[in-house]
């Protein structure tokens, strides 16, 4: 079955960096597009970044544009996000996505917090 499972996350400080990774299992990885998400609590879940199955950056969030990277490494299976220049609002349960089919998958995501 499809698993999506994140990790890297934690406690940084602001202007610190952090690299998220999403290792994922049960399906043809090199085939879907994969978004990382964020949501804040209390907040609504946000899209973050985009990437092609073939690793061109689609999109990202005017709020982490300049800042976050998303890639990938097919040969993997793992995608992942690049996040410098931290601020206290990008504080938030990261999560990997894909779509196979009709079915959203998701991780169970990982806590990146940024205070000092």
């Known amino acids: 079955q499809v698993q999506l499972v994140e990790s890297g996350g934690g406690l940084v400080q602001p202007g610190g960096s952090l690299r998220l990774s999403c290792a994922a299992s049960?399906?043809?990885?090199?085939?879907?597009?994969m978004r990382w998400y964020r949501q804040a609590a209390g907040k609504e879940r946000e899209l973050v970044a985009v990437i092609s199955s073939a690793g061109v950056v689609l999109r990202y969030a005017d709020s982490v544009k300049g800042r976050f990277t998303i890639s990938r490494d097919n040969a993997k299976n793992t995608i992942y996000l690049q996040m410098s220049s931290l601020k206290p609002e990008d504080t938030a349960v990261y999560y990997c996505?894909?779509?196979?089919?009709?079915?959203?998958?998701w991780g169970q995501g990982t806590q990146v917090t940024v205070s000092s």
């Open positions: 996505d894909t779509k196979v089919g009709p079915t959203d998958y």
């Open positions: 049960g399906f043809t990885f090199s085939s879907y597009f």
